[in-house]
């Protein structure tokens, strides 16, 4: 019923930059919030950053003057713009939605090497 589609993940050396799209597509209602987690090799799916309805926003302190979580309401998009990327972002980044649970889409690669 709701899916959640991302996009733009990719290999990157150290201080590049990445875009991640998601879309939600399906019967929507309200989307309260909209976020990013990432779970790299041998570690827990960990918060990245989340925005609400209201445009408050959340980082995890690691990637904080760094990535920037932005919404379009009308389109029920979230992006996540990541600069100064650091080996260790390297993680499956997955785009998380709550309406009434959570929903979760299948996960991008984003790969930080030289």
């Known amino acids: 019923q709701v899916q959640l589609v991302e996009s733009g993940g990719g290999l990157v050396q150290p201080g590049g930059s990445l875009r991640l799209s998601c879309a939600a597509t399906?019967?929507?209602?309200?989307?309260?919030?909209m976020g990013w987690y990432r779970q790299a090799p041998g570690k827990q799916r960990e918060l990245v950053a989340t925005i609400t309805t209201d445009r408050s926003t959340k980082y995890a302190d690691s990637v904080k003057g760094r990535f920037t979580i932005s919404r379009e309401y009308g389109k029920n998009t979230v992006d996540l713009q990541m600069n100064s990327l650091k080996i260790e972002d390297t993680a499956v980044y997955y785009c998380h939605a709550f309406m009434g649970h959570d929903y979760w889409g299948q996960g991008t690669q984003v790969t930080v090497s030289s």
């Open positions: 399906g019967t929507i209602v309200d989307i309260y919030v």
